[in-house]
């Protein structure tokens, strides 16, 4: 059985004002996500770090397989309305937060579609809630999601995609997927990820 709902990604609404998001909460399929959650990596460190670097067991690799394939790439350029023919994609896990997390940004311009999928029991604190904004104010905002276990936050990158979230410092669990420009683009970011985390220890996959 495949791990995420596919029907009701397709069926759920999507916002196009002031930016295009979509938001799936059970995403990941219930059934899965005891399974998911006992191979995710241990991430000792704050930061992304791109899979190869990570040691999991393979309900996560089959997660990552299933949203690499065709179906999966198919579905997001349907939803969106893009060509993702030929795009890369990327990968990056994220397994703590720290204080300084959550700035308000609108994603590089080498991104086109960014997918974030959470692994966290509910979500009962007021930061670490993903929010969509209206610009560069963090109270102004359209939409909150909580990082909670199977929920899907998908958008297309824009020059009007600001997000960001109020501080939290402790575990959050988060896989991001980006389809991007050009190979490059994943070659930069992951050594930009390498880089990073062996600059915060050697402990950052611990």
Same mark, same amino acid.
């Given at each position: 059985m495949s791990i995420f709902d596919l029907a009701a990604f397709d069926s759920a609404p999507l916002t196009r004002e002031p930016f @295009?998001?979509?938001?799936?909460?059970?995403?990941?399929? &219930?059934?899965? *996500?005891?399974? +998911?959650?006992?191979?995710?990596?241990?991430?000792?460190?704050?930061? &992304?770090?791109?899979p190869g670097e990570l040691d999991f067991g393979p309900k996560f690799q089959a997660m990552l397989d299933e949203f690499a394939g065709d179906p999966m790439r198919d579905a997001f350029a349907r939803k969106f309305n893009v060509d993702l023919s030929g795009r890369p994609l990327m990968a990056t896990v994220r397994g703590r937060c720290q204080q300084k997390d959550g700035r308000i940004h609108t994603? /590089?311009? &080498?991104?086109?579609? /960014?997918? *974030?999928?959470? $692994?966290?029991?509910?979500?009962?604190? &007021?930061?670490?809630r993903l929010r969509l904004l209206r610009g560069n104010d963090i109270e102004d905002y359209i939409a909150e999601v909580p990082?909670?276990?199977?929920?899907? *936050?998908a958008f297309k990158r824009s020059e009007a995609s600001f997000h960001g979230h109020?501080?939290?410092v402790g575990e959050r669990r988060?896989?991001?997927?980006?389809?991007? /420009?050009d190979s490059?683009?994943?070659?930069? @970011?992951? +050594?930009?990820?390498? $880089?990073s985390a062996w600059f915060k220890g050697t402990d950052a996959y611990a």
């Amino acid at each position: 059985m495949s791990i995420f709902d596919l029907a009701a990604f397709d069926s759920a609404p999507l916002t196009r004002e002031p930016f @295009e998001y979509v938001i799936v909460p059970g995403f990941v399929r &219930s059934g899965e *996500l005891a399974a +998911l959650n006992r191979d995710f990596p241990r991430i000792g460190r704050p930061g &992304s770090f791109p899979p190869g670097e990570l040691d999991f067991g393979p309900k996560f690799q089959a997660m990552l397989d299933e949203f690499a394939g065709d179906p999966m790439r198919d579905a997001f350029a349907r939803k969106f309305n893009v060509d993702l023919s030929g795009r890369p994609l990327m990968a990056t896990v994220r397994g703590r937060c720290q204080q300084k997390d959550g700035r308000i940004h609108t994603d /590089t311009k &080498s991104k086109i579609i /960014t997918v *974030l999928i959470y $692994l966290n029991p509910q979500w009962e604190e &007021s930061g670490g809630r993903l929010r969509l904004l209206r610009g560069n104010d963090i109270e102004d905002y359209i939409a909150e999601v909580p990082p909670d276990e199977g929920t899907l *936050l998908a958008f297309k990158r824009s020059e009007a995609s600001f997000h960001g979230h109020k501080p939290f410092v402790g575990e959050r669990r988060v896989i991001q997927f980006n389809w991007v /420009t050009d190979s490059g683009t994943v070659w930069r @970011e992951n +050594l930009r990820h390498r $880089l990073s985390a062996w600059f915060k220890g050697t402990d950052a996959y611990a």
